[in-house]
C-alpha cells in the first residue's frame, strides 16, 4: 500500500459493525500491520470483545475537541510508525457529528482535509457511520468526502459518489444569532474591530485566555476577509452570560482547499497559518457559503 486509503462503511447494528470491521482489523493483524483502533466508548468496547491479537486502541476523535488537534495527532502516529519500519497501517475510527452531540461543519471538512492531510503514509482508514444515530445530510457528505466504500464484510469498491474537495455541508445558523448583535460594522479596520471587540465583551463571563481568543479571531476573520474576500465585508458579534460567538462575511467564494484552518501553512500571510490557530484555539469554527455570502463563524466560551 502506498498512500493513505480513505474508505468509509455504514451500519444499522451492532452485529453489522462488527461484521464490517472485525475482519478489517484481523486481516490487519494477520497481514503483520499496525492496526489501530480510535473508536467511541461503545464500539471500542464491542471491539475489545470480539477481536484478538495486538490491537492498538486510543480514544476516539469524540475525545479530540478539535478536528485540528485530531489531524495532529494522527500525523505524528502515522510518522512515528513510518519512522519505525512499519510499510502498511490500519486504522478504523469514529468521526463526530450532530448524532453524537457534536457540530459537524468542521469535521464534514475534516473528512475532505484527511484525503491530503494522511497522504504521505501507507494508512488504510475506515470510517464506519451508523445509521441509526447520522442524520441524513451528515452522510451525503460522508459519500462525497470518502474515494472508497465498503459495502459489505470484505467488500470494498470504489465510491462513485466521492467527489473531491470540500463536503457540501451547508452552514447552520448559530442560536445566538436569533438575538440582535452586540457589534454589527461594515469594511472596518481589523484596529478598529479589535477596539470595539474589547469594550463588547468586558462583561461577559470568559477567561482571560477566552478574551484574548474572540479579539485574535475578530482581528484574524476581518483581515483574512479584506485580504482574500470580496467587499463588502461585514463583522458581526453575538454574546451571551458566557459565550460570544463573531462572523465575518464577505461576498467572495471562500478558500477551496479543504485544509485550510486544519493544518498549519505559510503559503499566505493570512488564510493559512491564522485561520490554523483558530482551527487550535477556539471552542468552534465553521466556514462556508450562506444565504449573506462566504461566512466564518468563530464561537468561544460557553456551549456551542
Known amino acids: 500500500m502506498t498512500g493513505f486509503f480513505h474508505e ?131 452522510l451525503a457528505d460522508v459519500v462525497s468526502t470518502h474515494p472508497n466504500i465498503a459495502v459489505g464484510p470484505e467488500v470494498h469498491e470504489a465510491n462513485p459518489g466521492f467527489r ?11 442560536a445566538l444569532e436569533h438575538r440582535a448583535p452586540l457589534i454589527d460594522l461594515v469594511d472596518v479596520t481589523a484596529g478598529a474591530v479589535r477596539e470595539a471587540v474589547g469594550s463588547a465583551i468586558g462583561g461577559i463571563a470568559l477567561s482571560e485566555d477566552g478574551a484574548h481568543d474572540v479579539v485574535y479571531a475578530a482581528s484574524e476573520i476581518v483581515t483574512n476577509g479584506l485580504t482574500h474576500g470580496v467587499a463588502p465585508v461585514r463583522f458581526r458579534l453575538w454574546a451571551d452570560e458566557s459565550r460570544v460567538l463573531v462572523a465575518v462575511t464577505d461576498q467572495g467564494s471562500g478558500p477551496a482547499d479543504p485544509l485550510v484552518g486544519l493544518m498549519p501553512t505559510t503559503a499566505t500571510r493570512s488564510a493559512g497559518l491564522g485561520l490554523w490557530i483558530l482551527h487550535r484555539t477556539c471552542d468552534y469554527v465553521s466556514m462556508g457559503q450562506d444565504s449573506d455570502g462566504f461566512t466564518v463563524r468563530v464561537s468561544v466560551g460557553g456551549q456551542t
Open 164 to 174: 473531491d474537495g470540500l463536503a457540501g455541508t451547508r452552514q447552520v445558523t448559530d
Open 8 to 138: 468509509t462503511a455504514f451500519y444499522g447494528s451492532d452485529d453489522d459493525f462488527l461484521a464490517l470491521v472485525v475482519p478489517f482489523l484481523e486481516d490487519g493483524l494477520r497481514a503483520g500491520e499496525v492496526v489501530v483502533a480510535a473508536c467511541a466508548e461503545r464500539n471500542a468496547g464491542l471491539l475489545r470483545g470480539a477481536v484478538g491479537g495486538d490491537v492498538l486502541f486510543l480514544p476516539g476523535a469524540d475525545q479530540y475537541s478539535r478536528p485540528s488537534d485530531s489531524i495532529s495527532t494522527y500525523r505524528e502516529l502515522f510518522r512515528e510508525h513510518t519512522d519505525a519500519g512499519a510499510r502498511h497501517m490500519r486504522v478504523v475510527g469514529d468521526v463526530p457529528h450532530p448524532g453524537t452531540g457534536a457540530s459537524w461543519d468542521w469535521w464534514a471538512r475534516y473528512e475532505a482535509a484527511v484525503n491530503q492531510a494522511y497522504a504521505e503514509f501507507p494508512v488504510w482508514g475506515l470510517c464506519p457511520y451508523d445509521t441509526r444515530t447520522t442524520p441524513a445530510d451528515v
